[in-house]
């Protein structure tokens, strides 16, 4: 007797968010930054965000990271229902699960590069040690140098660096070669797939840039504060292949 396939393990559902709406004040007029959105994003994905300025991105992006809450709509992190959460619950989960990464690196001139990764370490329940995870950025031989002495790619990396050194489960990265060239920025997109890939983290990407789309697990375009599409990919292009 044939014996059928096993079937193919679930994904896990690491944030689940329902009916988010954002609505800003300014003045007497409401703009309306997320309208009623619906999203799943899964354990391990490589995800990548696309739209033009305005359209909502960096907004869902604040409020899945506990930067921001919704004016209404539920947003759940495995079990966790954030926008039950006050500010104290929602500093412990950033500190404990989520990476940041934008397109200024917000490094500290004073410090070296080694030094700038210690300040996340130093809070985080099971860190890396620093220059560890500055090697896995490809920086291991600039431990000592200090931002003014690193290029734009560098300081960026150093930026990677101190986000996972604290092991987190998502990275959130929102413009991270937006201020770089072009292959400077693949670069750093190639340490960001290799977070993705060796260390099972969670990497979600918001950019206008079209051509890194092909790098993700799925592809969500956003406009005028609502998911256009989502586009699937079964196979991810890898860095050295895009093209934009």
């Known amino acids: 007797m044939a014996c059928s396939a096993a079937p193919a393990t679930a994904p896990v559902v690491l944030f689940h968010a329902r009916q988010v709406t954002k609505t800003y004040t300014m003045g007497e007029v409401q703009v309306q930054a997320l309208r009623q959105v619906d999203l799943d994003l899964y354990e391990g994905e490589f995800v990548v965000f696309l739209g033009p300025s305005g359209s909502g991105k960096s907004t869902l992006l604040n409020i899945l990271g506990g930067l921001d809450v919704p004016t209404n709509g539920e947003v759940y992190f495995r079990q966790q229902n954030l926008t039950q959460a006050g500010e104290g619950r929602l500093t412990q989960f950033r500190r404990q699960f989520i990476g940041f990464i934008f397109q200024f690196y917000n490094l500290i001139p004073s410090l ?6 210690a300040l ?12 560890t995870a ?9 431990l000592s140098h200090f931002p003014a002495q690193l290029s734009g790619g560098e300081q960026q990396r150093v930026a990677i660096a101190r986000a996972i ?6 990275l959130f990265c929102d413009e991270p070669t937006g201020a770089l060239d072009y292959s400077t920025g693949k670069r750093v997109l190639e340490v960001l797939a290799r977070v993705n890939q060796d260390l099972g983290t969670t990497v979600v990407v918001i950019t206008h840039n079209a051509g890194i789309g092909a790098m993700g697990d799925r592809v969500i375009t956003m406009r ?20 934009w």
């Open 224 to 243: 005028d504060g609502q998911i256009q599409s989502i586009e699937h990919h079964v196979q991810r292009a890898t860095p050295d292949q895009l093209e």
């Open 120 to 131: 996340v370490t130093d809070i985080a329940l099971h860190p890396m040690v620093p220059a």
């Open 112 to 117: 070296t590069a080694e030094e700038n990764v």
């Open 134 to 142: 500055l090697e896995l950025v490809g920086l291991g031989d600039r």
């Open 165 to 170: 050194a604290k092991r987190p489960e998502v």
